[in-house]
């Protein structure tokens, strides 16, 4: 990304990673490296166990079901995600990491099981806010 200045086009600094990073993509890449190591948070594990109960229908390969704590639906284990009750945030720089740190990792109280459907409303609700 550029940015103009009086007609003269300067490129957006960057000052992080020996000069190969701005800050916003700095932060997104902590943000992301974050994201994915709280994957394997045990109280995420737990959420999914809480809401996990034996499949009984005719797929005889699938072991268990999801029940939407929205919807109240029952999902297989790939249409299930473990949403953050309250939401993680943004991590747009340092001021923002602590916070974000302590919502991203919170406990199994504060995360629910939604099918893909009511998540996608509940984050896009979250956006429009």
């Known amino acids: ?17 020996a000069g190969t990073m701005t800050e916003s ?7 992301s490296s974050l994201r994915q190591r709280s994957r394997w948070w045990k109280p995420i594990l737990h959420c999914k166990e809480l809401a996990k109960r ?7 390969k699938q072991k268990y079901e999801y029940q939407c704590n929205s919807c109240k639906k029952w999902y297989l284990g790939k249409n299930i995600n473990v949403d953050h009750i309250v939401p993680a945030g943004s991590l747009q720089s340092g001021k923002d990491l602590e916070g974000f740190v302590q919502r991203l990792f919170c406990e199994v109280d504060g995360m629910q099981c939604l099918c893909i459907e009511c998540h996608n409303e509940k984050t896009k609700a979250e956006l429009a806010k």
Not at 25 to 31: A, K
């Open 1 to 17: 990304m550029t940015i103009k200045k009086r007609g003269t086009i300067l490129k957006k600094p960057k000052p992080r990673n």
């Open 54 to 60: 034996k499949y009984e229908g005719p797929n005889k």
């Open 25 to 31: 993509g700095f932060w997104s890449f902590i943000r």
